[in-house]
């Protein structure tokens, strides 16, 4: 604690590693390092130093290699650091020789990740997925956490499943993260079923998704009112909401936000989120919110949209949304149609988007009026059941109706289209 009571922030030193033989994912920058800083202070820690080591391949010992190991012990001892994280996935006996070369703690960066998802997990189904993937992170890592359970005292790495779960057996374990899938299994049945019945009333599902940071709390509360806390951290949202929203006077939909991605997303976690995650796989669209001021948005729209392929069903309609274009000058925003720019703080460009999420869920749809004979009222359920009525009413001459129809119905009833 400092003198005013505040809990003093955890000092460590940065690591990565830029192997020639890394993919794109696995490799370690200077950007990717300081997107650690980021994730570090998130977690309550302060970057006091960085080391980037290049090369030919990972040391199978130490990773960095021991003279580049020595350098970095000698950097936590100058700066009084407890803690050194990695950029990049260590296994455990690279994690137990770092942390007798360097005399201090070592984390990689999935270690930190699920720290800050420990501490912002607060509904019942977000504590259980993060819960999951910490037990599938710590299990084969289980023997090394036991011979060095003193450092449990607390910290940074040190949230989660507790220091009495850790010292017990493998079986336990495995049997803690069965029944930890029953659990989500059931969340996701109770889903199916709140899924099926926006199916039957005809609700469309817009997702939003995005790297972390880039909005979408934020927009979901401009949209909507939903009064989610939206603060600028990582991963402030775990949680799934969903919200109905009025786009126009013949169009509502649910909004549903989802976590944020990152790149080199631990796949415990991606695994764990399924629950979460299935959200995007039945959307009709999603909505990809872009941070336009972030300097490293082209890298960050590819780490999403390489997760949207990876867990959306394959032709859903994406919608680029540039959030934050109050703080980009005009001539380094895109150029195009495909997309939309908004300020989700000021509220600029809002109309724009209810516009183009209405655009795309009418795609391949169109408006008409019909007029059909009384010997064609099997039709009416037909149009309940497939498309959107709008108007319907009985007529001397038939029954007039004015729905949104798709192309086969189109088709189908064109004969009896009437003007307007």
Request: glycine share 6%.
């Amino acid at each position: 604690m400092d003198e005013l009571g505040h809990a003093a922030q955890e000092k460590a030193v940065l690591v990565g590693l830029n192997a020639d033989l890394f993919t794109k994912e696995e490799t370690s920058t200077q950007k990717s390092l300081e997107e650690l800083a980021a994730l570090l202070e998130t977690a309550g820690g302060e970057c006091v130093g960085m080391v980037l080591q290049n090369k030919h391949n990972p040391d199978p010992h130490s990773f960095i290699g021991e003279g580049k190991a020595e350098d970095v012990r000698r950097m936590v001892e100058e700066s009084g650091a407890t803690l050194v994280v990695f950029d990049n996935d260590l296994t455990p006996a690279q994690i137990r020789a770092l942390e007798e070369l360097t005399k201090a703690k070592v984390l990689d960066r999935s270690a930190l990740i699920l720290d800050i998802f420990a501490q912002r997990a607060k509904t019942k189904e977000g504590k259980l997925q993060v819960e999951l993937a910490q037990y599938q992170y710590y299990l084969p890592r289980l023997q090394i956490w036991n011979e060095t359970m003193g450092r449990l005292g607390g910290g940074i790495g040190t949230r989660g499943p507790g220091e009495t779960q850790l010292e017990t057996d493998r079986r336990y374990i495995r049997e803690r993260i069965q029944r930890l899938k029953e659990e989500l299994a059931q969340v996701r049945k109770v889903r199916a079923v709140q899924r099926e019945r926006r199916m039957k009333n005809e609700i469309p599902v817009v997702a939003l998704v995005g790297y972390t940071n880039a909005g979408k709390s934020t927009i979901l509360n401009k949209l909507t009112g939903a009064g989610i806390p939206a603060n600028n951290r990582l991963f402030d949202t775990l949680d799934t909401t969903s919200r109905q929203l009025e786009v126009s006077d013949t169009c509502r939909v649910v909004l549903s936000d989802t976590v944020g991605f990152i790149a080199k997303l631990p796949h415990h976690l991606i695994e764990a989120f399924q629950a979460t995650l299935e959200e995007l796989e039945y959307a009709d669209v999603l909505l990809h919110v872009i941070d336009a001021s972030d300097p490293e948005r082209t890298d960050h729209i590819e780490v999403v949209n390489r997760l949207i392929e990876k867990l959306a069903k394959p032709g859903t309609p994406v919608i680029e949304c540039y959030n934050k274009c109050d703080l980009v000058p005009p001539e380094e925003m895109p150029r195009g149609l495909d997309f939309v720019c908004v300020s989700a703080r000021s509220g600029e460009g809002m109309d724009a988007l209810l516009q183009k999420i209405e655009q795309t869920l009418d795609a391949g749809r169109h408006q008409a009026v019909y007029l059909l004979p009384y010997s064609m009222a099997g039709y009416v359920d037909t149009l309940h059941a497939q498309a959107k009525v709008l108007r319907c009413e009985y007529e001397a001459e038939g029954i007039r109706i004015e729905a949104i129809v798709d192309e086969t119905l189109f088709g189908r009833l064109r004969p009896y289209m009437q003007e307007a």
